[in-house]
């Protein structure tokens, strides 16, 4: 890594982007992916950190390590893609990741969604360890309109009920808009991203109320009682959970992946990706009559401004990401330290 690629600064290093994404593929290469994979996931990754979402940055590689190293996943794995109707792509992610299954599938479902004016990628046997939105920002900076949900492992209580049956499952909703970013949006249907729970259980930090409960089914705000045996909540009470159960049916029953409890990694100590289903849907707005979309989503953020908003969805990372982009991304020394034995363990 080059001179030019760091700087330090006391306890932390600025690296670039290129540069941490070159390291992060390093790691996966050495960690039994392919070279093709381990790209991916290594961009995938790094723009998760530069962008400030840290919950689903470098945070996550002892994670992917720990799920290679235990042969819950294949990091070789080649998709397999099915073409099966004019507006639908099938992908058999033969047990892989899903972000290569999507990109195997990338440029069939453009060509779909541009011939028929929307089209469904459904990926199963697939494993999604990272955050949602890069999957949909780029079909978005085409000029397309793209919404995507996965489902998880079982750790949210659905509402109304004692035990946890759901995932976070997250949902995902990019559009491109006249004059500047896309619009683009990812949240949990949880009260709370696992991920923002393990960072908060390794700062000692505590949640704020309505976040999940303890083993015992009781309210708690430690992190640590919720992943020691408790369980997230879903966000919005009775509306979280709704939407919660709707993306286990479009992730996993319509996709034929596996529900949020259908799967056992009892027999794989240390693996963290849950093995289920994505489903994606992508839209051509210049097939819609009237006035040019991108105009008319520009008009919706011209009034929201006006309206007294002053952050839209998305605004937060997108500052983040030109810091980043100026300056590098800022790293514990610690955290580096630990990202280069990786590499060369």
Known sequence: MSAQSLVVEGSTTRITFTALVALLQRIFERHDTSAHVAAILAHNCASAERDGAHSHGVFRMPGYLSTLASGWIDGMALPEVTDVASGYVRVDARNGFAQPALEAARGLLVEKARSAGIALLAIHNSHHFAALWPDVEPFAEEGL??????????????????????????????????????????????????????????????????????????????????????????????????????????????????????????????????????????????????????????????????????????????????????????????????LQAMANA
Not at 240 to 248: D, H, I, K, N, R
Request: neutral net charge; charged residues 20%; contains cysteine.
């Open 145 to 338: 309109v793209a919404l995507s949900v996965v489902n998880s492992m079982t750790c949210v209580v659905p509402h109304g009920a004692d035990r946890p049956l759901f995932g976070t499952n997250p949902i995902a909703f990019a559009a491109p808009r006249a004059d500047g970013a896309p619009i683009v949006f990812d949240l949990a249907t949880s009260a709370i991203a696992h991920g923002d729970v393990q960072i908060a259980a390794r700062k000692g930090e505590r949640l704020p109320p309505g976040m999940g409960v303890d083993g015992l089914g009781q309210p708690t705000q430690d992190p640590k009682a919720i992943l020691e045996g408790g369980a997230l909540l879903p966000f919005g009470g009775h509306k979280g959970s709704a939407l919660s159960m709707m993306v286990e049916l479009l992730a996993a029953a319509l996709t034929g992946g596996n529900f949020s409890f259908e799967f056992d990694w009892s027999e794989h100590p240390g693996a963290r990706t849950p093995w289920t289903g994505q489903l994606l849907i992508v839209i051509d707005p210049s097939k819609t009559g009237g006035q040019v979309f991108a105009e008319r989503s520009q008009e919706l953020v011209r009034q929201m401004h006006a309206a007294g908003l002053r952050r839209l969805p998305g605004d937060r990372r997108h500052r983040t990401r030109a810091k980043a982009e100026k300056e590098g991304i800022v790293l514990e020394a610690e955290e580096l330290q630990r």
